[in-house]
C-alpha cells in the first residue's frame, strides 16, 4: 500500500495560506474587471467626442486634441487644472490663478 497521497485533512495553516490566495485571486479579478470597465467607457466616450464637429468643440471651449488631457483630470489620473473639472468634482482642488 502506497503512502504517496495522503488523504488527511489540510492544518488549519494550509487552510489559511489557501483562504489567503483566494483572497488575492478576488482582489486582482475585480481589479481586473474595474480596469476593464474603465477601458470600456474611455472608449465609449472617446467615439462620442470623436462625432462632435468643430463649432460644438469651439462652443464648449475645446479643442481635439484635448480630450486625454480632459479625460485624466476628471477621473484624477492628473492634476486638475481646468476650472470647469474643479468645479465638477466639488471644488476639492483650488481652481487656477
Not at 33 to 50: C, D, I, P, S, T
Not at 71 to 91: F, N, S, Y
Amino acid at each position: 500500500m502506497s503512502y504517496a497521497i495522503q488523504t488527511r485533512p489540510a492544518s488549519r495553516i494550509g487552510q489559511r495560506v489557501a483562504w489567503r490566495f483566494i483572497d488575492g485571486l478576488r482582489s486582482a479579478l475585480r481589479g481586473l474587471l474595474a480596469e476593464m470597465a474603465g477601458a470600456w467607457r474611455y472608449g465609449v466616450a472617446r467615439r462620442e467626442f470623436a462625432q462632435l464637429d468643430d463649432s460644438t468643440l469651439r462652443d464648449i471651449g475645446m479643442s481635439r486634441s484635448e480630450f486625454d488631457s480632459y479625460w485624466a483630470e476628471t477621473h484624477g489620473r492628473a492634476e486638475p487644472t481646468r476650472l470647469r473639472v474643479t468645479q465638477r468634482i466639488g471644488g476639492k482642488c483650488r481652481p487656477p490663478a
